[in-house]
């Protein structure tokens, strides 16, 4: 579904991505796992098209897709849950969720809000509030329930569990549970790793704008843990 080949990322003269090649296949939840800078943001940015790859290919669903926008790779099946509760402030929670699956119809817009709404019922309690009145989690929310209002077939999150709360991490694995169900192919990153491995089938682990492992959840959990990443 989506195989990233010696891929390069540089802001300035700093090199972020070096030669980063990972693959994740049809139905799979992979993790991205490591320290802060180690890369992670950067790669998950650049498969989404919000920068610039200097080098190296992306390929999704067998299309090399390095030159389209972030607007066309959305529109190509990918949902971006970006890292740190980025919501629109003064528009309201449903506006919020519903601009990820805009252009889509009334019709699939009603139904992801109301799938949308009986997993997080806090989004039809708020429904008509401005986003940015929510509380930090709350937001958090928001933002990951905007990326899967498309039913995206690729659903990219950046860290989607940072400094939330047990009840919304439990919240957003299931809900990441369910887009499994439905077949979505999901890439994470997890500076903390332990509530993401339960979710994920294979990882890899990055350092210093580097693939430095890959492995099983097993595997990954192993390392992780060595690293102390856990
Ligand atoms: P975090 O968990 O903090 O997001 P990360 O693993 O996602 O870390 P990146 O955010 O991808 O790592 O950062 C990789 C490297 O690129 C770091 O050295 C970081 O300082 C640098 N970097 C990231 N964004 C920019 C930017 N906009 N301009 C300059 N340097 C940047």
């Given at each position: 579904?989506?195989?990233?080949?010696?891929?390069?990322?540089?802001?300035?003269?700093?090199?972020a991505?070096?030669?980063?090649?990972?693959?994740?296949?049809?139905?799979?939840?992979?993790?991205l796992v490591g320290a802060n800078g180690a890369g992670k943001s950067s790669?998950?940015?650049?498969?989404?098209?919000?920068?610039?790859?200097?080098?190296?290919?992306?390929?999704?669903?067998?299309?090399?897709?390095?030159?389209?926008?972030?607007?066309?790779?959305?529109?190509?099946?990918?949902?971006?849950?970006?890292e740190g509760?980025?919501?629109?402030?003064?528009?309201?929670?449903?506006?919020?969720?519903?601009?990820?699956?805009?252009?889509?119809?009334?019709?699939?817009?009603?139904?992801?809000?109301?799938?949308?709404?009986?997993?997080?019922?806090?989004?039809?309690?708020?429904?008509?509030?401005?986003?940015?009145?929510?509380?930090?989690?709350?937001?958090?929310?928001?933002?990951?329930?905007?990326?899967?209002?498309?039913?995206?077939?690729?659903?990219?999150?950046d860290e989607?569990?940072l400094g939330?709360?047990?009840?919304?991490?439990?919240?957003?694995?299931?809900?990441?549970?369910?887009?499994?169900?439905?077949?979505?192919?999901?890439?994470?990153t997890e500076q903390m790793a332990?509530?993401?491995?339960?979710?994920?089938?294979?990882?890899?682990i990055m350092r210093g704008g580097?693939?430095?492992?890959?492995?099983?959840?097993?595997?990954?959990?192993?390392?992780?843990?060595?690293e102390e990443y856990?």
């Amino acid at each position: 579904m989506l195989a990233v080949e010696n891929l390069e990322v540089r802001y300035g003269g700093i090199t972020a991505l070096r030669r980063v090649s990972i693959e994740v296949g049809k139905g799979e939840t992979v993790l991205l796992v490591g320290a802060n800078g180690a890369g992670k943001s950067s790669l998950i940015n650049a498969v989404i098209g919000l920068v610039p790859a200097k080098a190296g290919t992306i390929r999704f669903a067998g299309e090399d897709i390095g030159i389209l926008s972030a607007d066309r790779r959305a529109r190509a099946g990918m949902g971006y849950s970006p890292e740190g509760r980025r919501v629109f402030p003064t528009m309201s929670v449903a506006d919020n969720v519903l601009t990820g699956a805009h252009g889509r119809g009334k019709k699939a817009q009603k139904e992801a809000w109301d799938w949308l709404s009986g997993v997080f019922p806090m989004l039809e309690e708020r429904a008509a509030q401005p986003a940015g009145q929510l509380s930090g989690g709350q937001q958090q929310i928001v933002a990951f329930a905007r990326a899967m209002s498309s039913f995206p077939d690729l659903l990219l999150l950046d860290e989607p569990f940072l400094g939330l709360a047990p009840v919304w991490i439990a919240r957003i694995s299931d809900a990441i549970r369910q887009m499994q169900a439905r077949g979505t192919t999901i890439l994470m990153t997890e500076q903390m790793a332990r509530p993401a491995l339960k979710l994920a089938t294979r990882g890899y682990i990055m350092r210093g704008g580097e693939v430095r492992r890959s492995g099983t959840v097993a595997e990954i959990r192993d390392l992780a843990l060595a690293e102390e990443y856990l």
